[in-house]
């Protein structure tokens, strides 16, 4: 097996996070349900960011802040995802590049701009999201360096990216170059519309032992699952892929490894400002930790550590040294 060159390159939608403050009434009033997610198409893009009040933007999508996650961790990461070759694409590119990510998957213009979510936070920190792919749904199998995927110790997906059919040719594709290079492959279910949706394809993915670490929360594991139960949830899964790790918010997170099961709380945090991001970080500190050669436990921690400090202040990028606190906590 060759050297690796990068600990973790992740593949998922390219988006900017247009994030604002807004209360329970403008949800009411936009027809929008607290907390979920939704899939906008442009022209609706446009009509809520004029609703919206002043907004902060950010490079964003579940596997680049994953990425920028084990970039501010000390990890080596990449990111390949399709961006326009617009205002927001380089705008995309320059931030998430800032962070330590290696990006060098080229603007290509499909006709449309890049993606961008408009991210709504309640005071209680709950997200509501609508979603505008744009771009990033456009992600051709040529876009793949097959020698970065190759030189990645951990190759990372993001479900989302699952739905069109362009960028999951993509990721399949990337998950036979990373296998026949001997590379790990870790898989996020995203969200439990991406499993109602793609539960079948999801399944045959484990099923057909191509994913080594699987991400999800206490709902999408009980989903998948079909499991009311979570322990019983959890037992029907953890024996179809070498790691299962599952995140359960305030109660903390589960990981399941070859037999082997660990269980952390929730850090504390003084008060939860904005939860963007939440499973993104614990995903980035989880893998920091297994490609440094910690514990199972250990690296729940370091999740749980990257998790609550996202949540401590708006946005996923983090505002605190995570390696400090890393540092301070595990030693």
């Not at 009434?25 to 939704?38: D, P, Q, S």
């Not at 995140?247 to 504390?268: D, F, I, K, L, W």
């Not at 729940?300 to 996923?316: K, P």
């Amino acid at each position: 097996m060759t050297q690796t060159r990068l600990d973790v390159l992740a593949i998922g939608n390219a988006v900017v996070d247009i994030i604002a403050d807004c209360d329970d009434a403008f949800l009411e009033a936009e027809g929008l349900t607290k907390g979920m997610m939704r899939l906008i198409d442009a022209e609706e893009a446009v009509r809520l960011y004029d609703h919206m009040g002043p907004a902060r933007e950010i490079s964003g999508g579940s596997a680049g802040n994953t990425a920028a996650g084990v970039a501010a961790l000390g990890g080596k990461a990449g990111f390949v995802g399709q961006v326009a070759p617009d205002q927001l694409g380089e705008f995309y590119r320059h931030d998430l590049t800032a962070t330590g990510v290696e990006f060098t998957t080229a603007g290509t213009d499909f006709g449309v701009p890049t993606g961008r979510v408009m991210v709504l936070v309640t005071p209680d920190g709950h997200r509501t999201m609508n979603t505008f792919l744009g771009a990033a749904q456009h992600l051709p199998v040529a876009a793949l360096d097959e020698a970065q995927i190759e030189g990645a110790a951990i190759l990372y997906l993001e479900g989302y990216l699952w739905d069109p059919e362009t960028p999951r040719f993509a990721m399949v594709k990337a998950i036979d170059v990373a296998r026949r290079a001997g590379r790990k492959v870790a898989f996020t279910l995203s969200d439990s519309f991406c499993i109602e949706r793609h539960r079948d394809g999801f399944n045959a993915l484990i099923d057909g032992g191509r994913i080594d670490i699987l991400f999800a929360n206490e709902a999408e594991i009980g989903m998948l699952a079909g499991a009311q139960d979570f322990d019983a949830a959890v037992n029907a899964v953890a024996g179809k892929v070498a790691t299962l790790v599952v995140t359960r918010s305030e109660h903390g997170a589960v990981a399941v490894s070859n037999g082997e099961r660990a269980e952390v709380p929730a850090e504390p945090v003084a008060k939860v400002v904005d939860t963007t991001g939440a499973g993104d970080l614990f995903a980035a500190g989880f893998l920091a930790g297994q490609t440094r050669g910690r514990s199972l436990e250990e690296s729940l921690r370091i999740g749980a550590i990257a998790a609550a400090e996202i949540i401590s202040h708006y946005g996923a990028r983090p505002e605190a040294d995570l390696q400090a606190l890393v540092a301070a906590r595990l030693g």
